[in-house]
Antibody, heavy 119, light 109 residues
Framework: QVQLQESGPGLVKPSGTLSLTCAVS?????????WSWVRQPPGKGLEWIGE???????NYNPSLKSRVTISVDKSKDQFSLKLTSVTAADTAVYYC????????????WGQGTLVTVSS | EIVLTQSPGTLSLSPGERATLSCRAS???????LAWYQQKPGQAPRLLIY???SRATGIPDRFSGSGSGTDFTLTISRLEPEDFAVYYC??????????FGQGTKLEIK
């Protein structure tokens, strides 16, 4: 059973960089094709941020593309998210998730981590 | 960009009743790429339905999905107490972009 666990600072200052890591266990990160980040502002809906292929290719939500970088470390079975120039609007619970490619959906999710942007 | 609009925003029903949730796309969506999720407070979303009508592993058969083109429906045949949650539809386009609907909150009447 695949398990995902997000980690990183829970508080980031405005104009700073949000950095999170997702550790994959119960299987190699190379055992699945694509891995994603999804976020959810408090009390609001879900927003897909972007994805990375285990080989390193990436795709991003056009609305965030200029500020987002997703990378992978196959040796550690983890992938990471960096979001630059953050504002209060980036305050959200950030989830990492495995994409079930054949079904174009997300079948395994991390528990989520709340990141607050505040001075 | 394809926009998914879910209705109603909130649905108030009693256990044992039938729930019908709608997801409408601004353009035609491949049925193969339409999914539904359930989210309870403080939890990550859980995949319920993929390919518009296929139940994910372990999902009870009271949950069913249907639809094509721009109109999709999630039906819960007989509501159980644990079914009261927020439900999201999600679609994928081949240019590698995922979008979600804004959600429908299913609450106990």
């Amino acid at each position: 059973q695949v398990q995902l666990q997000e980690s990183g600072p829970g508080l980031v200052k405005p104009s700073g960089t949000l950095s999170l890591t997702c550790a994959v266990s119960g299987g190699s990160i190379s055992s699945s094709d694509w891995w994603s980040w999804v976020r959810q502002p408090p009390g609001k809906g879900l927003e897909w941020i972007g994805e990375i292929y285990h080989g390193g290719s990436t795709n991003y939500n056009p609305s965030l593309k200029s500020r987002v970088t997703i990378s992978v470390d196959k040796s550690k079975d983890q992938f990471s998210l960096k979001l630059t120039s953050v504002t209060a609007a980036d305050t959200a619970v950030y989830y990492c998730a495995r994409e079930w490619t054949a079904a174009a959906s997300f079948d395994y999710w991390g528990q989520g981590t709340l990141v607050t942007v505040s001075s | 960009e394809i926009v998914l609009t879910q209705s109603p925003g909130t649905l108030s029903l009693s256990p044992g009743e039938r729930a019908t949730l709608s997801c409408r796309a601004s353009q035609s969506v491949s049925s193969s790429y339409l999914a539904w999720y359930q989210q309870k407070p403080g939890q990550a979303p859980r995949l319920l339905i993929y390919g518009a009508s296929s139940r994910a592993t372990g999902i009870p058969d009271r949950f069913s999905g249907s639809g094509s083109g721009t109109d999709f429906t999630l039906t819960i045949s007989r509501l159980e107490p644990e079914d009261f949650a927020v439900y999201y539809c999600q679609q994928y386009v081949s240019s590698r972009l995922y979008t979600f609907g804004q959600g429908t909150k299913l609450e106990i009447k």
